[in-house]
């Protein structure tokens, strides 16, 4: 088993970390919520007073933050960790940031002599607190094989899809079209209960036939459709719109860098936009349907 430091215990962090403490991996945990760092206590990991604390003597540090900024300014930054980890450590950010930054932080690591991996997940919440991520890596085979045990510790899938960086390529293409599918899927329901049907019904129909996604079999954006899915509470928990709003922007962002053309997901980064502008960006992304039906 192998001493762990991680960083940032927030909806999906905290549930990781506690995965990877029930098999049996000693875990120091930081977060700049003291509430989220005594939730990771009462599962059995120690408390780390900062960062640079967590990483002493640690053989693997994961991290899992919101952007790109957190990420280098934990690694990079004045008070970066990064020359504090020990020389034969292994490094796992799990966070989704742009591609370039995940690639400027494993060039730093790899100066130092250290392995690193961007590994983002796919899976939301509930395959967090279930163990069932998908863990999408970027970096070397030497170090993906290294890091394999605590990825399974908290994951279902694993998949491999290139150097560093490649891992939040490919988890941006996924969120795009994450993104676009919910927002469709919400204005097709918005449309057929705005003739009277029956949203239950109707996403019933959906899931089974060509329209078939996520978002009508387990994250249905419609109130009461799903009893545990987040619009049937109110649009609590989940993921974040502004958090996919983040995802959109990057993978625009990364476009702009090869020239690809992504009108959809241009298309959906403005529909979250706006669903960020009419207050609804701490809400469950699926709450865009709020942008085709305002009494949602």
């Not at 790109?68 to 034969?88: C, K, M, N, P, T």
């Not at 403005?270 to 039906?293: C, E, I, P, Q, R």
């Amino acid at each position: 088993m192998s001493r762990v430091a991680f960083i940032g215990l927030g909806n999906m962090g905290g549930p990781m970390a506690a995965n990877l403490l029930k098999a049996g991996h000693a875990v120091q945990a930081f977060d700049l919520s003291a509430a989220a760092v005594q939730a990771a206590v009462g599962a059995g990991a120690v408390a780390a007073a900062s960062a640079a604390d967590a990483v002493a003597e640690a053989e693997v540090v994961i991290s899992m933050l919101p952007a790109s900024r957190h990420v280098e300014a934990l690694y990079l930054g004045e008070q970066g960790v990064l020359a504090l980890i020990a020389a034969d450590a292994l490094i796992i950010d799990c966070s989704t940031i742009a591609p370039a930054s995940a690639q400027a932080v494993a060039a730093a690591a790899q100066q130092r002599g250290l392995q690193m991996i961007d590994a983002p997940v796919s899976g939301g919440t509930a395959g967090a607190a279930a163990g069932t991520l998908t863990f999408i890596v970027g970096g070397e085979t030497e170090a993906l094989e290294r890091a394999r045990p605590l990825l399974q510790a908290m994951g279902r899938n694993i998949f491999h899809v290139g150097a560093s960086g490649a891992g939040q390529v490919a988890k941006l293409c996924n969120n795009m079209a994450l993104g676009a599918i919910m927002a469709v899927t919400g204005e097709a329901i918005a449309l057929g209960v705005a003739h009277g049907l029956d949203a239950a019904v109707l996403s019933q129909m959906m899931a089974v036939s060509t329209s078939r996604s996520w978002a009508t079999e387990v994250c249905n954006p419609w109130p009461g459709v799903l009893p545990n899915a987040p619009a049937s509470r109110g649009y609590s928990g989940g993921f974040g719109n502004d958090l996919m709003l983040k995802d959109l922007g990057l993978a625009a962002e990364a476009a702009m860098r090869v020239g690809a053309s992504i009108p959809l997901g241009e298309l959906a980064r403005n529909l979250y936009a706006m669903n960020s502008s009419a207050g609804n960006g701490g809400l469950d992304f699926s709450s865009v349907v709020k942008m085709f039906a305002r009494d949602v």
